[in-house]
């Protein structure tokens, strides 16, 4: 529909900006979302704890929501190992925390042990260090997995720091509890704010949901093929001698409400609906369906 409409007289007006929520104001369905993320990242490394801990029986890892908060990790360092990882996508490091009694369950398990006996108090030896990072390797292939979204996030290891360092203050705790028989262990992903609201958002996007993720051989066969992603913001009629008359700074009004749903065309042709704004200092739009 043409809206017709003029260029404002006077001083510029200003024109506002509108911020899409952080993640701790977004639906309770992304919230859902990030939760469902640390099952299957649970899920997925109990799979492989037979694997790993040959001789280990009775072995699980699941999601711990009532373990100690970021605060008094990062004020205990008595013991245990941090690793830092980058990962596609994400702005901050991401780190994996071990409990000492975590590390060393895990470093008896990938001996062929059992996870019996108290873990001791000291630092890891040059295999021992080798062991844990291959642990954590395939301990990041699950987490991608699990969080990833449509695209794979490639995390990569950046660092291994033994006792545990100061952390950042803005980061958030996902606990989880490792147990081998009798013996208990806690693993925890340390996420900052920012990253936390990238990693929902990906998992929120129109490309995650159900029928809308492209194959492996889709994938391959676009290879790195571009395409045309146009917005549609208005369409508006104006006369011409109102615009000729335009200048920089000029302001020209539509019907158009900023919460209304604008038309996403691919190629020329309409696939989507999006709500516009900004997300992390840069012009953005939200996927509405």
């Known amino acids: 529909m043409d809206n017709e409409t003029h260029a404002q007289d006077g001083p510029p007006q200003a024109v506002e ?5 952080r993640v701790e104001q977004v639906s309770a369905a992304a919230e859902g979302l990030w939760h469902d993320a640390h099952q299957a990242f649970a899920a997925g490394i109990s799979q492989k704890l037979p694997q790993w801990f040959q001789n280990a029986a009775g072995s699980s890892f699941t999601f711990d929501g009532s373990a100690p908060t970021a605060e008094e990790l990062i004020t205990d360092r008595s013991g245990g190992c941090t690793i830092a990882f980058e990962a596609n996508g994400l702005a901050d490091a991401i780190y994996l925390q071990f409990d000492q ?11 062929g042990g059992c996870g019996a006996g108290i873990p001791p108090h000291r630092q890891l030896t040059s295999l021992e260090q080798q062991l844990i990072r291959c642990a954590a390797t395939e301990i990041l292939g699950v987490w991608n997995n699990a969080y990833r979204g449509p695209h794979s996030l490639a995390p990569t290891i950046s660092d291994i720091v033994q006792p545990r360092p100061a952390l950042p203050d803005n980061l958030q705790r996902v606990p989880f509890e490792l147990r081998v028989g009798p013996a208990r262990g806690q693993l925890s992903v340390m996420v900052s704010q920012g ?5 929902v958002e990906r998992s929120n ?8 993720v492209p194959s492996p051989e889709a994938i391959n066969r676009l290879g790195t093929s571009r395409v045309e992603l146009v ?5 508006l009629t104006v006369r011409t001698s109102e615009l000729m008359g335009l200048q920089v700074g000029d302001i020209i009004t539509t019907d158009t409400h900023h919460e209304d749903l604008v038309s996403v065309h691919v190629e020329g042709k309409p696939r989507f609906q ?14 509405a369906g």
């Open 17 to 21: 900006t509108l911020e899409f929520p």
């Open 101 to 111: 009694a975590a590390l060393f369950l895990w470093i008896d398990c990938m001996l």
């Open 195 to 199: 990253d936390r609201a990238r990693l």
């Open 205 to 212: 996007s129109p490309l995650n949901q159900a029928g809308r």
């Open 231 to 235: 917005v549609h913001l208005a369409q």
């Open 274 to 287: 999006a709500t516009v704004g900004s997300l992390h200092g840069h012009k953005a739009i939200r996927f």
